[in-house]
């Protein structure tokens, strides 16, 4: 019996202790009641009443009971509404004292933090966009988690160095590498495992070793991972592109050849017809050299464009097809009409992907996507690729890794970039003179279609033999003002911003950009037609009274950061975020170094453009 009640008062003790979730209640309110429930009290009062057998009439003594236990419940109920009111008036008062102070530190806040904060919320409604993968993979919750495998690896000595070599290496080319288990880079074009023939073309053509964006891109394009690109302009990443497309319809030529109806292996996405033209031109060279060797198939590559009839390419169509290069409208018009499928595709490049995954063609990119039936290898090539469209991108692809040669967007500095004051009404005039500066060939920017006209008009009749290029030129006056250009049979050509991306013509002295474009990318586009692949050249640009001043402030920066000369006029342009003390960070929607997000040229046009719902391209991308 003793052992009994020890048990039962060491129990009871073990109850009242503390328990981790209860001890600061037992700890600091001693007068804590545990809650009996009432009929329970009710049970124990009566039943010690009972046992207390006295004469008294029970029940009248139950009926005082009942009434005392009633006026106890009621009054505890009261005690119980006093105290829920004074907690929820502690909160309130709590609440408008949090109110209150949160006022008091808006009020203090700047108005660059108060900008700053607002272009966060900017962001975060960016952020917010849809991933970019097909609609059938978003409403199947389907997605990927592994790299696509190849049997590609880099030779073993190279694999056998430690990853501090790697990274040493590229530290000397100012490779900035991100993403899980980065393939190696690789010094000369002969450790990459690339037909002997290919390397003899290569070499032709004064291609002899990787620049940094093929030393890096390339082994991790041929492992089968997912990728960015960047690099400035003229640096060479066509071939960082191409060489693994060609590599991977090799070898699915060489376990299955390709027969009619089968194909492509992969594709390859422009904003421009003229862009695609040219990769397409590449790819064909490259190819046709492989097959020219002997040992290696003829590859069949498809130029899908708007503006030129496909039944020019049926030979190509009657055929296994392995490469595709195209525009956004005309390949989904082929595909929408099964001319080929994506069936077995499994490579998706898209080159100045900036733009193709840019507000206005992200549409098109997501349809495209839809028509692929298995995972797919991804590579977004760009010179210009601003934070947002980079992290945008990523979540889209699978274990993705950044290849970045410099800062995207940052000008090459190859290019002497003079930036002149000319006035409008003297700009026509100056134009001529300035031509005297280089010999050609020297190309014109304008932003302006009609501008692009009266400029070659002018100098026509100056006697400058001048082509023209822009969005509502024929189809077949584009491709004879690239041509000429090209040949040199022409030594001026004069272009709107359709010409401005990814052309590559054969040393261009000169480039005058006749307006500056708003926005800072397209100039960094645009000066990069000269200095490219290693040399030098010069872009001359005219700015006034009528070139915005946050244009004139994004090119300021852009200047200093190529530690290029500033000249007078810009140097008094003052950046009014620095003289409210705030960040000088660049705009995370286009890359400008002069403006923050709610200033943002390029979302404005964005959202101007979907406001007016038509395309992007102009008139050169789409169909
Ligand atoms: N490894 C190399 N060595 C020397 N020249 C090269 C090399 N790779 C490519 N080139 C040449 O450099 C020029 C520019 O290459 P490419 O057009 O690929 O540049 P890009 O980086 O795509 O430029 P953009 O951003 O303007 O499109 C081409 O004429 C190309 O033949």
Same mark, same amino acid.
């Given at each position: 019996?003793?052992?009994?009640?020890?048990?039962?008062?060491?129990?009871?003790?073990?109850?009242?202790?503390?328990?981790?979730?209860?001890?600061?209640?037992?700890?600091?309110?001693?007068?804590?009641?545990?809650?009996?429930?009432?009929?329970?009290?009710?049970?124990?009062?009566?039943? %010690?009443? +009972?046992?207390?057998?006295?004469?008294?009439?029970? &029940?009248? $003594?139950?009926? @005082?009971?009942?009434? /005392?236990? *009633?006026?106890?419940?009621?009054?505890?109920?009261?005690?119980?509404?006093?105290?829920?009111?004074?907690?929820?008036?502690?909160?309130?008062?709590?609440?408008?004292?949090?109110?209150?102070?949160?006022?008091?530190?808006?009020?203090?806040?700047?108005?660059?933090?108060?900008?700053?904060?607002?272009?966060?919320?900017?962001?975060?409604?960016?952020?917010?966009?849809?991933?970019?993968?097909?609609?059938?993979?978003?409403?199947?919750?389907?997605?990927?988690?592994?790299?696509? %495998?190849? +049997?590609?690896?880099?030779?073993?000595?190279?694999? &056998?160095? $430690?990853?501090? @070599?790697?990274?040493? /290496?590229? *530290?000397?080319?100012?490779?900035?590498?991100?993403?899980?288990?980065?393939?190696?880079?690789?010094?000369?074009?002969?450790?990459?495992?690339?037909?002997?023939?290919?390397?003899?073309?290569?070499?032709?053509?004064?291609?002899?070793?990787?620049?940094?964006?093929?030393?890096?891109?390339?082994?991790?394009?041929?492992?089968?991972?997912?990728?960015?690109?960047?690099?400035?302009?003229?640096?060479?990443?066509?071939?960082?592109?191409?060489?693994?497309?060609?590599?991977?319809?090799?070898?699915?030529?060489?376990?299955?050849?390709?027969?009619?109806?089968?194909?492509?292996?992969?594709?390859?996405?422009?904003?421009?017809?003229?862009?695609?033209?040219?990769?397409?031109?590449?790819?064909?060279?490259?190819?046709?050299?492989?097959?020219?060797?002997?040992?290696?198939?003829?590859?069949?590559?498809?130029?899908?464009?708007?503006?030129?009839?496909?039944?020019?390419?049926?030979?190509?169509?009657?055929?296994?097809?392995?490469?595709?290069?195209?525009?956004?409208?005309?390949?989904?018009?082929?595909?929408?009409?099964?001319?080929?499928?994506?069936?077995?595709?499994?490579?998706?490049?898209?080159?100045?992907?900036?733009?193709?995954?840019?507000?206005?063609?992200?549409?098109?990119?997501?349809?495209?996507?839809?028509?692929?039936?298995?995972?797919?290898?991804?590579?977004?090539?760009?010179?210009?690729?601003?934070?947002?469209?980079?992290?945008?991108?990523?979540?889209?692809?699978?274990?993705?890794?950044?290849?970045?040669?410099?800062?995207?967007?940052?000008?090459?500095?190859?290019?002497?970039?003079?930036?002149?004051?000319?006035?409008?009404?003297?700009?026509?005039?100056?134009?001529?003179?300035?031509?005297?500066?280089?010999?050609?060939?020297?190309?014109?920017?304008?932003?302006?279609?009609?501008?692009?006209?009266?400029?070659?008009?002018?100098?026509?009749?100056?006697?400058?033999?001048?082509?023209?290029?822009?969005?509502?030129?024929?189809?077949?006056?584009?491709?004879?003002?690239?041509?000429?250009?090209?040949?040199?049979?022409?030594?001026?050509?004069?272009?709107?911003?359709?010409?401005?991306?990814?052309?590559?013509?054969?040393?261009?002295?000169?480039?005058?950009?006749?307006?500056?474009?708003?926005?800072?990318?397209?100039?960094?586009?645009?000066?990069?037609?000269?200095?490219?692949?290693?040399?030098?050249?010069?872009?001359?640009?005219?700015?006034?009274?009528?070139?915005?001043?946050?244009?004139?402030?994004?090119?300021?920066?852009?200047?200093?950061?190529?530690?290029?000369?500033?000249?007078?006029?810009?140097?008094?342009?003052?950046?009014?975020?620095?003289?409210?003390?705030?960040?000088?960070?660049?705009?995370?929607?286009?890359?400008?170094?002069?403006?923050?997000?709610?200033?943002?040229?390029?979302?404005?046009?964005?959202?101007?453009?979907?406001?007016?719902?038509?395309?992007?391209?102009?008139?050169?991308?789409?169909?």
């Amino acid at each position: 019996m003793q052992e009994t009640a020890n048990i039962t008062s060491k129990r009871r003790r073990l109850q009242r202790s503390p328990s981790p979730v209860s001890y600061k209640l037992d700890d600091e309110d001693s007068t804590y009641e545990p809650y009996i429930p009432v009929a329970q009290r009710r049970e124990a009062k009566l039943a %010690k009443l +009972s046992s207390l057998g006295s004469n008294v009439d029970k &029940e009248k $003594s139950r009926k @005082q009971l009942e009434e /005392l236990l *009633e006026r106890e419940d009621e009054e505890r109920e009261e005690e119980r509404r006093r105290e829920k009111a004074r907690r929820e008036r502690t909160l309130l008062m709590e609440a408008q004292d949090v109110h209150s102070k949160k006022a008091a530190e808006d009020a203090k806040k700047t108005d660059v933090e108060k900008a700053e904060e607002a272009d966060a919320e900017i962001l975060a409604a960016i952020a917010s966009r849809r991933k970019l993968a097909s609609d059938l993979e978003l409403a199947k919750g389907i997605s990927y988690t592994d790299s696509l %495998k190849t +049997s590609w690896r880099a030779p073993r000595y190279i694999r &056998e160095r $430690s990853e501090e @070599q790697h990274q040493r /290496l590229r *530290e000397k080319y100012h490779i900035i590498v991100d993403g899980e288990d980065i393939p190696p880079p690789i010094e000369h074009f002969s450790d990459m495992k690339i037909p002997e023939a290919m390397i003899s073309f290569l070499k032709e053509r004064k291609i002899i070793t990787p620049t940094p964006i093929q030393l890096q891109g390339i082994p991790t394009a041929f492992s089968g991972r997912d990728m960015i690109g960047i690099a400035f302009t003229g640096s060479g990443k066509t071939l960082a592109f191409c060489l693994p497309i060609i590599m991977m319809a090799l070898e699915a030529e060489a376990r299955l050849p390709l027969v009619r109806g089968e194909g492509p292996v992969g594709v390859i996405l422009c904003p421009s017809r003229e862009l695609a033209t040219q990769t397409y031109e590449n790819v064909l060279s490259w190819a046709t050299a492989l097959a020219k060797d002997g040992k290696y198939p003829q590859l069949n590559t498809l130029l899908c464009i708007g503006g030129i009839s496909m039944g020019d390419q049926s030979h190509v169509l009657n055929k296994g097809l392995h490469i595709v290069v195209a525009t956004p409208g005309r390949l989904i018009d082929m595909l929408e009409k099964k001319r080929f499928t994506f069936n077995n595709c499994k490579y998706l490049c898209m080159d100045e992907a900036d733009r193709m995954i840019d507000l206005g063609f992200e549409d098109d990119v997501r349809n495209i996507m839809s028509f692929f039936k298995r995972q797919r290898q991804t590579l977004l090539f760009s010179a210009t690729m601003p934070r947002k469209i980079q992290d945008f991108a990523q979540q889209s692809l699978i274990k993705p890794i950044l290849v970045n040669v410099g800062r995207a967007g940052a000008a090459n500095l190859d290019v002497l970039q003079v930036v002149e004051y000319v006035k409008q009404e003297a700009k026509m005039v100056y134009l001529l003179e300035c031509l005297q500066k280089t010999a050609p060939p020297v190309i014109i920017f304008s932003e302006n279609k009609n501008e692009v006209d009266d400029i070659q008009e002018y100098l026509l009749l100056k006697g400058v033999e001048a082509v023209a290029i822009h969005g509502s030129k024929t189809q077949e006056e584009r491709q004879y003002a690239i041509k000429s250009f090209k040949t040199g049979a022409k030594d001026v050509m004069v272009a709107s911003g359709v010409a401005s991306k990814g052309l590559d013509f054969n040393d261009v002295q000169h480039v005058i950009i006749f307006s500056m474009p708003k926005e800072i990318e397209d100039y960094v586009h645009q000066i990069g037609r000269t200095g490219r692949s290693g040399k030098t050249g010069i872009a001359t640009t005219f700015v006034n009274m009528s070139t915005p001043e946050q244009t004139l402030l994004d090119l300021k920066y852009l200047l200093i950061e190529a530690g290029q000369k500033v000249p007078p006029f810009l140097q008094t342009v003052e950046d009014p975020r620095a003289a409210q003390g705030g960040s000088l960070k660049g705009c995370p929607v286009c890359g400008g170094l002069g403006h923050g997000i709610s200033n943002c040229p390029k979302l404005e046009d964005a959202q101007r453009r979907q406001t007016a719902s038509h395309r992007i391209d102009d008139g050169g991308g789409g169909y």
